[in-house]
Structure formats: structure tokens, C-alpha cells
């Protein structure tokens, strides 16, 4: 969608025009649904949930469903609300996204302007590993970060996320920089730069798109992950876990106030940066499913 | 021992060879252009002096000094590419004092060569400018301006006019002539264009296949090919090759090639060792400026023969006007005056220069030097 | 850009450093990734219980696994559910990108809204559908409140029919992207296609049909490959849905290996679960990648 929108030469009748309006705006409807329900019911008292329509507007609007989902309601054993779990997010995520992303951009410089032997292999190793199941490596990587000393610590969720954001982000550099032009680095090894130098003043300031797409990537996705959260979080469990402990909590009442503004709360950053930055989010999205 | 010697030069990529024992000699000053179909490794050859590809046997060597092995910024050359490949994030001025700010130069220096370098091209009001924000030929100044800057021991060119409109392009040719002149710089030059091959050079590489096919002044290369290869690729329209047989006539040797109504017909070679050569075959190679009107024939030649033949076509091209006949079977174009009065599908009386035609061994397809 | 021998220091070090800087990554993919793979396939002909033993039961764990009702149960919900989800994000991303391609009005509206639900997550999307889908306040109850008293839809509660709740969420989370895919590959058509088509006389229904929709394969297997690989990895959603239930009848594969490994402590067992759901992976990525690369070089 990267490109002006192309007007298509199809014309078609007014029947068919109301009709597709019709679907299009169904389906409007069945997109935007869950989302209304989760805000309109996150500010009404919970006896106006059970009592009432989830459909209807609130007719007290509170905003404690929020402050008790922030701050005080039950997370597994611990009243804590999901607090410390957002700053165990934002620990994890910010060192993880970084991390990966400048290993992404030089793999990427070195894969596409420092070609070897096997340099094909290499790649297609690296690109295979982000379509596995994680399955096969949670029994190995619980021994290993156990061995490490770092399970249950956000250092090792940063290590996990790392690794295996590692063949995404190579794949995002790599293919801008095949499209960069070689005679530039080229040129520049005549005048002289060396290869951190070529990199940094030659490539890494026509890389801003690029790494805004691998930023939002990465960021949604290990921000999104539960898998590894759950397996490898212990006390320093993500939001995502956090949430979800929140919502099956089997003890005392349901409020289901609570549970959909902690729901919101777990969606918000994502959700802003879809909002700010939603172009490159879908062409991030692109760029992961067709390859090369 | 020249100023840039490459010796037994070859490159392979396993065990395909893509350039075969190439060995030039360089004087200071030349315009050594390399020019071939693409494939034929012309621009292997250019990046292996650049230091931007191995060399896998041979060695290249400038003002006496290998360069076997030394890294492209250490070898006191500068380049400009086909796409120019400025860099779009830098100014012009950037852009070009780049490679001396990598070469440790003081900003002072720096600044003092680029008023120069900027002068003389006239591209003093574009420094403050983006890559982005020129137009090609201000592009392909800038490229140059980054090689000048430098103040190389040699000049690489990789197809630098190739992306130019075809107006911009005999402008920027003059123009990287005149430079060549003034400068008297030591330049390597690739191009697929055998115009620009012509017009620039003070020396020819044609390559084909990775060979050199020959080497010489844009004179030799056109007068006298030293193979088919060459004899085609060089000039436009391409020189127009006849099967022909010769034959002794009178004790001159002839060729005998067939009319467009196939009668057969002798046209006298200049070269009386031709006859060495009869009741064989050959291929007669006659460029189209050989085959004119009586009136417009070289006086200077010592051999027109006439030639009665049924026309074709004309093309009238404004400056000269083309005839297309029939020969031995082949279509074969004569370029005229352009007031020359022919008229299609009539018969006319051709003039062939015999003293420009050449020959060449069908099997070998080498010229017969008689 | 390999170097003679005699090449200097520099040219050396710069020849080096490429692969330098790429070892780190490299070194990280074949331990945590392929070294992983085989520690684990490894431990999948172990006995290993609550922690990684070695003693080696040769395909005992295959066998126990393809004995194993819960494995067949994950296994028919994983088709189930693959086959629905792939089919129905495929059909609504199609006909929403067609019609979306119809010079609509508010389509930089519509467009944002279709797509919003791919930057959520399986656990949001999960916890949402739950209420949403709970006959005790959600749907079931407003449509009774509305006044269609005799309205019923209790599939989240019915484990027969558990399955395709988890497929309506997903789609909910999943169309819109792959609407983004083939809205991209329709306006990659060359216009003057279409045109010559129209003058050829096709009318619109015969001209995607014969012309559009044979253009977009790309977009299809793109689709494809990446849809059926969420599929197989799919696990938060089920959790935050329907915790596997009701009962057993929402187990996949993904909840099954986890289950068995660390609550059920058969890690053998789980390990050759996880096996099979990479073979089943690999069977449909090592193709499309292969021949993906291939094109490209």
C-alpha cells in the first residue's frame, strides 16, 4: 500500500455500489465491536455490566475500573494491579528492540554490500529460524537460561527476544540495502571510508524508514508475546501474562470492568504506536510475509 | 614499462574464466577506452584496476608500483560510476571533498581544492545542493568534480555517459574531451559505445568474451580490424561483410560476389597478394562510406570499381542518405551524398573504394593481411 | 570482494570484518536455533520426565504420543481450525480488498479500522472475544435484552462447537491483514490490463475471475504460508479464550506440548510433540522460502 492509491479501471452499477458499501460497513462494524465493548464497559460500575446492556453507553462513568486494574487489583496471588508488570514490559522490550535492530541493520549492510562465499546459506539460516514453532526451543532454553543464572529475570527474556527477533530484523535490512546502490559503497571504499565508516556515514542515514518498520515490529511483537513471557517471566512476568492471570483469576467476584481496562491497558502502547506510525506498521507487516 | 602495466592480467570465478590473459600497456596521458558488448569484461577489468575485485593471476601495476592485493583507497585513483552513485545524504560539496576528508586532508585544503574542482566544471552555485535536487548532466559533473579532487594518478570511467539523454550525452562527451585535454590526465575509460570508443580515446581495447581482441589507435581499430569482431562492432552502420570468391583476372585477383539479380560480378582487390587466396573463399568487408555515387567517391583512391545494381531502399538521414542493395544475397548499405539521385527499385551505378575493403578467413575469421 | 594473498593489512582486516560482525548473529542462530532444534528432538527419544534425562526409549514417546487421545483431539481442532482460518481470512481479505479497490469513499477510514486489530495481541484479542462471546453478558444477552428473546449462541460453552470461536476471533485479528496483502497486489496490476480487458468486453464479475484473481497468486501464497504458520503456533489465543475448554475441547497442539512438558511433566512426550509441529512448519516454509531465494538470485 506503499504506493499512490491507482485508480482501477472497473466501473460498476448503483446496485452494486450500495451493496459493497453495505458489506464494507458490516464489516466496519464487526472490526470496531470488541474494541467499543472493551471501552464503553471499562468505565461503568461493575453492577451495570451484569445488570445491564454491554452494548449501552455508560450510565455512570467511573474511571476506578482503571485506577484498580493500574494499581490495586489481584495479579495471580499479589494485589498489586498490573503496574509492575508494564515496567517489566518497557524493561524487557526497549533493550530487546534495540538490541536486535542494530544487529538486524549490520547483518543486513553485511549480507547484501560484503557478500561472500555461503553468504546465501547463512542467510537462509538466519530467515528459517524466524518461522519455527517456539515450541521446539522452550525445553532446551529453560535448561540453558536456568544454567545461565537468568531465568525468571528480564535480562533473559531480553536474550530470548533477541534472539529470535534476529532473523526478522536481518530480513527488513537486507532487503532495503539490496536495493541500495552498490557503486555508492562502492565510490566510498575509493575515497577511502573503511567499513564501520561506509556503514555510518554512507548507509545509516538513507536507513530511517527501514528501522521505524523494524522498530514497530519488533516492538509489537515482543511486547505482544505470551509464550516466552509465560515460560521464561517467573516473578518478572510481562504484561501480556499479567493480563491474562488477571482475566482467569478464578477467586471472588468477576469484574469485568477491571478485566477490559487492563485489557486496554495491555493494548494501549501497540495500539499508539498503530495509531501514530500506522503506514509503516502494515509495511512492516508486508515486508515479513513476502520475502526477499 | 608504462605507467599503468597490466600484465597477464585474468579473473575467474571458479572455474569459469571471465577474462583471458589481458595485457596493456598505459602511457601517461592516454584515454585507453575499454569498449565490448556487455558481458565481454570490460568492467571486470576496470573494477580490477580499481582494487574492487581480486585479481586471480597477472598483475596490475601503476608508476611501476604492484597493486596486487592494495585496497582501492590506497592506489591514488579516483572513479566515476555509471549511476554516479553520489551520496544522496551529503551536499555536493560534501559529496565531493568527501574522499579527502577520509584521506585525513585539513578542512582548509579541503575547501581550497573544492573552489577549484568546482570552477572549473561551473558548479560553484549548485555546492549547497542534494544529489536529489540536480539534474543528470549537473549529476555527472559533480561525479567528475569528486574524481578531479582528488588529483589521481589515474581515472577510472565505468559507462559514465550511459544514463544521459542522447543530446546531454554528446555535450558531456566534448565536454569530458576537452577536460582530457586541458588536464592531460591518465584515464580508463569502459563504454558499450563504440561512438563514444572513437571520439574519445587515443587508444582502443575492443574486448569480446573476455579476450582483447585487439589494441590500437581508433584509426587502426577502424581501418583495419583485426578480425570480424571487431570489423562489426566498431562503426555505424556496421561495415558490410559478402561472402565472396576470389579469382584471378588477367593475373589481378578479384572477388566474385552475385548481384541482386544474382549474376555474378568481380570487383579488383587492391592488394595484388590477394591472388595468393584464389578459388577460395572469403568474406569481403566493405564499410558503407566505401560505397558511394561516382561523383561522391574518394578522389584520393587509386581503385573505384562500378557497380550496376538494382536498389532497394533509401533512407535519406538529412546529412547523408542511405541506400540498401543486395549482394551475394546480403542486404548491403552505401551511404551517400544527400543529394545523391537515387531512386528505389532502380538499377544504379554504385562506386566501391576497393583501396578501403578488407578480407577475412571465414574458418578463423582473422583479416587476410595481404 | 575476496583478496589475494599478498593482499595488505588493511584490505586483510577489511575482509575480515564483515564476518566478524556477523558472527555474533550467526554463532546465536545455530546454538539457540538449530542447537536447540536438536537438543530437542534429541530429548524427544528420551525418558525424560519433569527435567531432561538420557536415557534413550527410541520412539517410545511417538508411540505414547500417536496413542494419546488429547493428541488426536488437538490434532482434529488444529484442522479444523487451520482449514476455517485460512479459508475465511482468505475469502474476507479477498473480497474486502476487491471491494475496497472500487474507488470507495472513506477508504483511509475503513482501511485503518480493518487493520487496527493485527497491532493487538492474541491475549487482548482473546480476553475481548471472551466477554463478547459469553452468553451470561455478551452477545447473547443484549440480542435478549433487544427483545429477540429465543436468540441463542453458546458455542464458547459447547465443546463441540468451542473450535470455531477461537476461528472467529482469530479471523477478527488476521483478515485485515491479509486484505492490506492483496489490496497491495491489486494495485500492483497494470492498469492497462484491465483496460484491454474491458475493451476485449469482459464485464467486472469475468474480469476478476479470468484476469484479476489469477494475478494475485503471489498475494494467495503469501497468504497461505503465512496464515498456516500462525495456525500452527497459534497457543495465547486458545489460553486467554477458552483455557483449552471446555474440557479437553479446544486443545491444540501448541497448548497440548505445553501442557504435557511443564504442568503434566511428560517432557518426552512434549518434546516429540514439538517435533512434529516443526515438521509440519518446515513441510510448508522450506518450499516457499526455497524457491522465494531462488527467484531472487
Known amino acids: ?292 | 614499462m608504462g605507467f599503468l602495466d597490466i600484465r597477464n592480467v585474468t579473473k575467474a570465478y571458479g572455474n569459469v574464466q571471465v577474462l583471458h590473459e589481458v595485457d596493456i600497456e598505459v602511457e601517461e596521458g592516454e584515454f585507453l577506452v575499454l569498449v565490448g558488448p556487455s558481458g565481454c569484461g570490460k568492467s571486470t577489468l576496470l573494477n580490477m584496476i580499481a582494487g574492487l575485485e581480486s585479481i586471480t593471476s597477472g598483475d596490475i601495476a601503476i608508476r611501476g608500483r604492484p597493486m596486487n592485493g592494495v585496497h582501492p583507497s590506497k592506489r591514488n585513483i579516483a572513479m566515476v560510476f555509471q549511476s554516479y552513485a553520489l551520496y544522496p545524504n551529503m551536499t555536493v560539496a560534501q559529496n565531493i571533498t568527501f574522499g579527502l576528508e577520509m584521506h585525513g586532508v585539513p578542512k582548509s585544503e579541503r575547501d581550497k581544492a573544492l573552489a577549484e574542482v568546482a570552477k572549473l566544471l561551473q558548479i560553484d552555485h549548485l555546492l549547497a545542493r542534494k544529489p536529489g535536487q540536480l539534474s543528470g548532466g549537473q549529476r555527472q559533473r559533480v561525479a567528475m568534480g569528486r574524481a578531479l579532487v582528488r588529483n589521481p594518478d589515474v581515472f577510472l570511467f565505468d559507462e559514465p555517459l550511459s544514463n544521459l539523454d542522447a543530446k546531454l550525452r554528446v555535450d558531456m562527451r566534448t565536454e569530458i574531451k576537452k577536460l582530457h585535454q586541458k588536464l592531460k590526465t591518465t584515464i580508463v575509460y569502459v563504454t558499450h559505445d563504440q561512438i563514444e570508443a572513437m571520439t574519445l580515446s587515443t587508444r582502443i581495447a575492443v574486448m569480446f568474451k573476455g579476450y582483447v581482441q585487439q589494441l590500437g589507435t581508433p584509426k587502426e581499430i577502424y581501418d583495419q580490424p583485426a578480425n570480424l569482431f571487431v570489423a562489426t562492432f566498431m562503426g555505424s552502420p556496421a561495415m558490410n561483410i559478402l561472402p565472396a570468391t576470389v579469382v584471378t583476372e588477367n593475373g589481378a585477383a578479384h572477388a566474385e560476389i552475385t548481384d541482386a539479380e544474382g549474376a555474378p560480378r568481380r570487383l579488383r582487390f587492391s592488394q595484388q597478394a590477394m591472388a595468393q587466396w584464389a578459388g577460395r573463399k572469403v568474406l569481403l568487408g566493405i564499410r558503407p562510406e566505401a560505397i558511394t555515387d561516382p561523383e561522391g567517391a574518394d578522389r584520393k583512391s587509386g581503385n573505384i570499381q562500378q557497380l550496376r545494381n538494382r536498389v532497394t531502399v533509401t533512407e535519406p538521414a538529412g546529412s547523408d542518405t542511405f541506400v540498401t542493395m543486395t549482394l551475394s544475397g546480403k542486404d548491403v548499405i552505401a551511404r551517400m551524398r544527400a543529394d545523391a539521385n537515387v531512386v528505389p527499385a532502380q538499377v544504379f551505378d554504385f562506386a566501391i573504394n576497393m583501396d578501403k575493403a578488407v578480407a577475412f578467413d571465414p574458418e578463423t575469421e582473422a583479416r587476410i593481411l595481404a | 570482494m575476496r583478496q589475494a594473498a599478498d593482499a595488505d593489512f588493511r584490505t586483510r582486516l577489511q575482509d575480515l570484518l564483515p564476518k566478524l560482525v556477523l558472527a555474533p548473529s550467526f554463532a546465536a542462530t545455530l546454538l539457540f536455533v538449530y542447537g536447540f532444534i536438536i537438543f530437542t528432538v534429541v530429548l524427544s527419544f528420551t525418558g525424560s520426565k519433569m527435567l531432561p534425562l538420557y536415557t534413550f526409549v527410541g520412539f517410545e514417546n511417538y508411540r505414547k504420543l500417536w496413542a494419546l487421545e488429547h493428541w488426536h483431539t488437538a490434532l482434529i481442532n488444529i484442522a479444523i481450525f487451520a482449514s476455517c482460518y485460512i479459508v475465511i481470512c482468505t475469502a474476507v481479505g479477498l473480497m474486502l480488498a476487491i471491494f475496497l479497490d472500487q474507488k470507495i469513499r472513506g477508504e483511509g477510514v475503513l482501511r485503518p479500522i480493518y487493520l487496527y486489530p493485527m497491532a493487538l495481541s492474541f491475549i487482548v484479542t482473546g480476553t475481548a472475544w471472551k466477554w463478547f462471546l459469553d452468553p451470561g453478558i455478551g452477545l447473547e444477552k443484549t440480542m435478549h435484552l433487544w427483545g429477540w428473546e429465543s436468540f441463542s449462541f453458546t458455542w464458547i460453552k459447547d465443546s463441540n462447537m468451542a473450535i470455531y470461536t477461537i476461528v472467529i476471533a482469530a479471523v477478527w485479528q488476521t483478515s485485515g491483514f491479509v486484505m492490506a496483502m492483496f489490496l497491495a497486489g491489486l494495485r500492483g496490476i497494470d492498469n492497462e490490463i484491465l483496460k484491454a480487458a474491458q475493451i476485449d468486453g469482459a464485464t467486472s464479475f469475468q474480469l476478476y475471475r479470468r484476469i484479476v484473481i489469477p494475478l494475485l497468486r503471489p498475494a494467495f501464497l503469501s497468504a497461505f504460508v503465512i496464515l498456516s504458520h500462525l495456525a500452527i503456533k497459534s497457543y495465547d489465543l486458545v489460553i486467554a479464550l477458552t483455557g483449552g475448554g471446555p474440557g479437553r475441547a479446544t486443545e491444540l497442539p501448541a497448548t497440548f506440548m505445553y501442557s504435557y512438558t511443564f504442568t503434566r511433566n511428560q517432557m518426552g512426550i512434549g518434546a516429540s510433540s514439538a517435533v512434529m509441529m516443526l515438521m509440519a512448519i518446515a513441510a510448508i516454509m522450506i518450499p516457499y522460502l526455497y524457491s522465494e531465494l531462488k527467484e531472487k538470485a
Open chain 1, 1 to 292: 500500500m506503499s504506493a499512490a492509491s491507482q485508480e482501477t479501471a472497473v466501473s460498476t452499477g448503483r446496485v452494486t455500489r450500495t451493496f459493497i458499501y453495505l458489506v464494507l460497513l458490516l464489516f466496519a462494524l464487526y472490526y470496531l465491536l470488541p474494541l467499543y465493548v472493551m471501552v464503553v464497559n471499562s468505565v461503568k460500575p461493575l453492577p451495570e455490566i451484569t445488570g445491564g446492556n454491554m452494548m449501552s453507553l455508560p450510565q455512570t462513568f467511573t474511571l476506578e475500573p482503571w485506577l484498580s486494574a493500574w494499581s490495586t487489583a489481584q495479579i495471580g496471588v499479589e494485589p498489586t494491579g498490573l503496574k509492575p508488570y508494564f515496567i517489566n514490559s518497557i524493561l524487557m522490550v526497549v533493550p530487546a528492540v534495540a538490541i536486535s535492530t542494530v544487529l538486524g541493520a549490520l547483518n543486513g549492510y553485511v549480507l547484501t554490500k560484503w557478500r561472500f562465499k555461503y553468504d546465501g546459506i547463512v542467510f537462509g539460516l538466519l530467515l528459517f529460524s524466524c518461522f519455527i514453532p517456539f515450541q521446539i526451543v522452550l525445553i532446551p532454553m529453560a535448561v540453558v537460561l536456568g544454567k545461565l543464572g537468568l531465568a525468571g529475570s528480564v535480562p533473559g527474556l531480553v536474550l530470548v527476544h533477541v534472539v529470535y527477533g534476529l532473523g526478522f530484523t536481518t530480513l527488513y535490512y537486507r532487503n532495503y540495502y539490496a536495493a541500495f546502490p552498490t557503486e555508492l559503497v562502492r565510490a566510498a571504499m575509493i575515497d577511502g571510508a573503511g567499513f564501520f565508516r561506509i556503514f555510518w556515514r554512507i548507509l545509516l542515514p538513507v536507513s530511517g524508514p527501514i528501522t521505524v518498520v523494524s522498530v514497530i515490529w519488533q516492538f509489537t511483537n515482543i511486547w505482544n508475546d505470551f509464550l516466552f513471557g509465560v515460560s521464561f517471566g517467573g516473578t518478572r512476568q510481562p504484561m501480556t501474562v499479567a493480563l491474562n492471570n488477571l482475566v482467569q483469576s478464578s477467586t471472588g467476584v468477576k469484574e469485568y470492568n477491571v478485566h477490559f481496562a487492563g485489557a486496554i491497558l495491555a493494548a494501549l502502547p501497540t495500539l499508539l504506536v498503530y495509531i501514530v506510525a500506522g503506514r509503516y506498521f502494515v509495511r512492516g507487516l508486508m515486508a515479513g510475509s513476502v520475502k526477499g
